[in-house]
């Protein structure tokens, strides 16, 4: 299984950045897709999910209203838009997937992993 991650970079505070999330090796509509972020110094912290099929979403509470996650089965990538982005979403994402909703979040170790995309946010 091959998750590559792209989209990421340095913006301003207030820009977005739109990541992507390519996967191979693996059923892709058969699993929910999520996209976690580290910071430096940081734990490593779940951002959003999205359902297998793409009508479910779910958002850490400081993202919700600014990023938007989604998924094309047909292309196998999931999608994390970021807009309004503030200097603490600085960060390495990485995209992840997984069995179900709660799984994938809250027993990530069980998860497939990607490589992580560099987003940096200055003020």
């Known amino acids: 299984v091959q998750l590559q991650a792209s989209g990421g970079g340095s913006v301003q505070a207030g820009g977005s950045l739109r990541l992507s999330c390519e996967a191979s090796g693996l059923i892709f509509r058969g699993y929910v897709m999520g996209w976690f972020r580290q910071a430096p110094g940081k734990e490593r912290e779940f951002v959003a999910s999205v359902s297998a099929t793409g009508r479910t979403t779910y958002y850490a509470d400081s993202m919700k209203g600014r990023f938007t996650i989604s998924r094309d089965n047909a292309k196998n990538t999931v999608y994390l838009q970021m807009n309004d982005l503030k200097p603490e979403d600085t960060a390495v994402y990485y995209c992840?997937?997984?069995?179900?909703?709660?799984?994938?979040?809250?027993?990530?170790?069980?998860?497939?992993w990607g490589q992580g995309t560099l987003v940096t946010v200055s003020s």
């Open positions: 992840s997937g997984g069995t179900t909703m709660d799984n994938l979040r809250y027993n990530p170790h069980n998860n497939y």
